[in-house]
């Protein structure tokens, strides 16, 4: 017996076609059994395709697409696998002398309307093992110089915040010291010529403090528009010193020699540079730029 849908054999005793599923007696065809067709609608063969005529087999008994999609999924994975080996090997490399890095290399200088002396624009370079290398301009990252060489320039800003802190530290060491001198001072000539101990050693602490803070001051570059404030307070800085000088040797040839009057010429010449100290202040602050 023969599906009359498919022409696949059917076995005696099924109720339906293991090929197509068509029930035993029925046909999805859709020609009529009339000359031309064979019983089903299914066109006969070109001369009559008579009584020799045998259904087309279908596929072998138990054979269905499993096969087939093992056998796809096999060729896919010996595919995918080939590629990954590939790229791998291809990213690998030889190891042993294989060197990733990247640097930034100074490539273009600059030049135009708006801008003066040189500069650079940033370069991302990177190199491989193969040696080869590739640069990539970087948006944004520039240095500029003021001219030619590794110099460069320096922010104003940064120069006045530096100096004004040293200048600071120094007048307020000279204040302390021009309002202290003449407590000791009052000292001095209550108990002269035998003048403690402590109010040198003061006077010496005085000397050294008032050095750290010249010392500090000295080396920094003077902002624009102060030079004028800075000579005048370098020069008060030297009369204090001078002043704080003077004192001492007072008090010291009084007690070499056990006599006031040996201290007279040290006691002027501490007044003459108290005054000349406090005059240097006062074109100081008149030199001083407005804020």
Not at 19 to 48: E, I, K, M, Y
């Amino acid at each position: 017996m023969f599906c009359k849908n498919c022409g696949q054999a059917i076995e005696e005793g099924r109720a339906f076609c293991k090929n197509c599923g068509t029930p035993v007696g029925q046909s999805t065809g859709t020609a009529p059994d009339t000359p031309g067709f064979l019983p089903g609608g299914r066109p006969a063969a070109p001369g009559g395709y008579g009584a020799g005529w045998q259904p087309p087999l279908g596929p072998p008994p138990g054979r269905n697409r499993t096969g087939l999609i093992i056998g796809s999924v096999a060729a896919a994975v010996i595919v995918l696998a080939g590629l990954g080996i590939g790229l791998w090997l291809g990213l690998r490399g030889d190891d042993a002398g294989a060197t990733d890095s990247t640097k930034v290399a100074a490539s273009t200088t600059l030049s135009g309307p708006g801008t003066s002396g040189t500069g650079t624009t940033g370069s991302e370079t990177t190199s491989s093992s193969d040696g080869a290398a590739t640069t990539q301009t970087i948006p944004g990252l520039t240095t500029s110089t003021g001219g030619p060489g590794p110099t460069g320039t320096t922010d104003p800003v940064d120069v006045f915040v530096e100096w004004d802190i040293a200048r600071e530290n120094l007048v307020m060491e000279m204040d302390y010291e021009d309002g202290r001198i003449p407590e000791l001072a009052d000292e001095i000539n209550s108990t002269a010529p035998n003048v403690p101990a402590w109010v040198r050693a003061e006077l010496v602490d005085m000397a050294e403090i008032l050095g750290t803070y010249r010392d500090n001051m000295a080396p920094l570059p003077v902002p624009p528009g102060y030079e004028d404030a800075h000579d005048w307070l370098t020069e008060a800085a030297g009369h204090m010193a001078g002043r704080i000088q003077a004192t001492i040797d007072g008090i010291d040839v009084m007690a070499y020699t056990g006599t006031v009057g040996a201290a007279t010429d040290a006691f002027n010449t501490g007044r003459a540079e108290r005054d000349a100290y406090r005059a240097a202040m006062d074109e100081f602050y008149a030199a001083l730029p407005p804020d």
